[in-house]
């Protein structure tokens, strides 16, 4: 089955929102401990800044990139290749985010990728966790709030004459 233009278009925008959520949240990260570091070691800011947050950044890219590639992958070997039955946050994807982003990154800061990938795979579970334990309460809150909406429309057609 061939996807429509706008479908492959669609499912990019959603590929590249979802690594600039991540890479973003990285840069600020890495923003605020290279401030944190300057100001601790009473140099000037603007360098050290400028450093952890491309570091950041960098590392968030090699990881996430290789995250979203491992789960088209796990999904395609699944036979879920269907937009509708894709989940996203596999905790298989994130591990092999980590590993193979961990070994990039680890390869090109320190010339040790098996030391990166044992860094950064914790950490891409860690992320893994976050996100499921995020979805289950926007799934819980939606709930909520169509319970919510649903009794005051209930309310609200008993006090009319």
Same mark, same amino acid.
């Given at each position: 089955?061939?996807?429509?233009?706008?479908? @492959?278009?669609? =499912?990019?925008?959603?590929? @590249?929102?979802?690594? =600039?959520?991540?890479?973003?949240?990285?840069?600020? %990260?890495?923003?605020?401990?290279?401030? #944190?570091?300057?100001?601790?070691?009473?140099?000037?800011?603007?360098?050290?800044?400028?450093?952890?947050?491309?570091?950041?950044?960098?590392?968030? @890219?090699?990881?996430?990139?290789?995250?979203?590639?491992? !789960?088209? /992958?796990?999904?395609?070997?699944?036979? !879920?290749?269907?937009?509708?039955?894709?989940?996203?946050?596999?905790?298989? %994807?994130?591990?092999?985010?980590?590993?193979?982003?961990?070994?990039?990154?680890?390869?090109?800061?320190?010339?040790?990728?098996? @030391?990166?990938? /044992?860094?950064? #795979?914790?950490?891409? /579970?860690?992320? !893994?966790?976050?996100?499921?334990?995020?979805?289950?309460?926007?799934?819980?809150?939606?709930?909520?709030?169509?319970?919510?909406?649903?009794?005051? %429309?209930?309310?609200?057609?008993?006090?009319?004459?």
């Amino acid at each position: 089955m061939e996807k429509s233009a706008y479908e @492959t278009i669609k =499912f990019f925008d959603e590929l @590249t929102d979802y690594l =600039f959520d991540r890479i973003s949240l990285a840069a600020v %990260s890495g923003a605020a401990i290279g401030i #944190s570091s300057a100001t601790l070691k009473g140099i000037p800011v603007f360098r050290p800044t400028i450093q952890a947050t491309a570091s950041s950044a960098l590392a968030a @890219t090699a990881c996430f990139g290789a995250e979203r590639a491992a !789960n088209a /992958l796990v999904h395609f070997y699944d036979g !879920n290749v269907e937009g509708s039955e894709r989940k996203s946050g596999d905790y298989r %994807s994130h591990l092999a985010g980590g590993i193979i982003g961990g070994s990039i990154v680890g390869f090109l800061y320190i010339h040790r990728p098996i @030391t990166g990938a /044992l860094f950064f #795979s914790p950490i891409m /579970l860690g992320v !893994n966790l976050i996100e499921r334990k995020m979805v289950d309460y926007k799934g819980k809150r939606i709930e909520l709030l169509k319970t919510l909406e649903n009794d005051r %429309s209930f309310e609200r057609r008993d006090k009319s004459p």
